[in-house]
């Protein structure tokens, strides 16, 4: 890979540290997470140059940086997040803080609030035949 071109790739050991997958107790980079996470989720897509060293885009590091945020700090399942990010509406890191958030369609929540409805009026019958 030429110099020129290096400058805008990071090695694994840059991606590991900028996006914090350093172990706690011996301080190590966690390269092999990294690694697992390419077999994994399709979306990371590093260039493999000769000796078979990965080059990663400031593009895969944003979607490492969105992958670790949803399983380390958001607790999902590596299923829960392969289903965010194969979702239509793609999420930006802008939008993380959305991510858990249920949006109901509004056709859902007409239905919930008519269900709603129906309760109290049963409830107000039933409060009604007990007082008489």
Known sequence: MAEKNKKFYKTISEVASIVGLIDNKTGYLQTHTIRY?????KQIKPKIMAGRRRYYSDNDIKIITHIKFLLKDRGL?????????????????DEITNLGVYKP??????????????ISQIVKQLKDLKNG
């Open 105 to 118: 369609n509004k056709k859902k929540v007409s239905e919930i609030k008519d269900k709603i409805k129906k």
């Open 77 to 93: 399942t590596i299923k829960g997040v392969n289903k965010i990010l194969e979702n239509d509406d793609t999420h930006t890191l």
């Open 37 to 41: 996470w390419e077999t994994k989720f």
